[in-house]
């Protein structure tokens, strides 16, 4: 069974330009978490899907940082524009259900010069 | 909103000894915790999840604890190894979402 798969794994931008990220969750799962992960930190929820819907996206940082999960499957993450302080970990995590085992991604770390 | 602790924030151990990681949560209204393992530069890998109706789940030399009522979860190693090295995170799933502690990371010294 293939896992969530996230590309790129690496990206290093200028700041104030923007950056994409994209997850393929595993086939079936109903919920789908992105998570932005700081050095020697734990992950840090940046929004939540069921399905299509973003059930939870408060610290979705809104002025820059936008995502869609069209058709409930496939999600893009996007940062427009990027600052230094974006640099991170971008995880995306999927499971069958908000109360079921997740499965994460390699991450996306992304370097802001 | 639930916060998630996690000590000792590092620890190092000869190979073969014995270890327990701590984590505590401060919503016992939770669904499930689970414990992940997470190496340098790579996503989290899940390693058990315990429901909240759960005291226990064993996987290999791994055992992780559940005290719903008091907030704690233990995450027993035994007879450590060396490939045991990495940060391993606890995180709860509550009604709204899954929330991680900031990990222990875990050194075995050959």
């Given amino acids: ?113 | 909103k639930q916060e998630v602790t996690q000590i000792p924030a590092a620890l190092s151990v000869p190979e073969g000894e014995n270890l327990v990681l701590n984590c505590s949560f401060t919503d016992s209204a939770i669904y499930n915790l689970q414990w992940f393992r997470q190496d340098p530069g790579k996503g989290l890998t899940s390693l058990l999840l315990i429901q909240s109706s759960q005291r226990e789940q064993t996987s290999g030399r791994l055992n992780a604890s559940l005290d719903k009522s008091s907030g704690r979860s233990t995450l027993y190693i035994a007879a450590s190894q060396p490939g045991d090295s990495a940060t391993y995170l606890c995180a709860v799933t509550g009604a709204n979402n899954l929330f991680f502690g900031t990990g222990t990371r875990l050194t075995v010294i050959p």
Avoid: M
Avoid at chain 1, 19 to 32: D, K
Avoid at chain 1, 77 to 94: F, H, N, R, T
């Fill in chain 1, 1 to 113: 069974e293939a896992g969530v798969v996230q590309s790129p794994r690496y990206k290093i931008i200028e700041k104030k330009q923007p950056v994409a990220f994209w997850c393929n969750p595993i086939s079936g799962h109903n919920t789908l978490y992105w998570y932005l992960q700081n050095l020697g930190q734990g992950p840090e929820l940046l929004i939540r899907y069921e399905n299509e819907e973003a059930v939870d996206d408060s610290q979705l940082p809104k002025d820059r940082f936008s995502a869609e999960r069209l058709k409930g499957v496939d999600s893009t993450l996007k940062i427009q524009p990027a600052e230094l302080g974006d640099s991170a970990v971008y995880l995306c995590a999927s499971s069958l259900d908000g109360a079921g085992r997740a499965f994460f991604g390699q991450g996306t770390r992304l370097t802001v010069v």
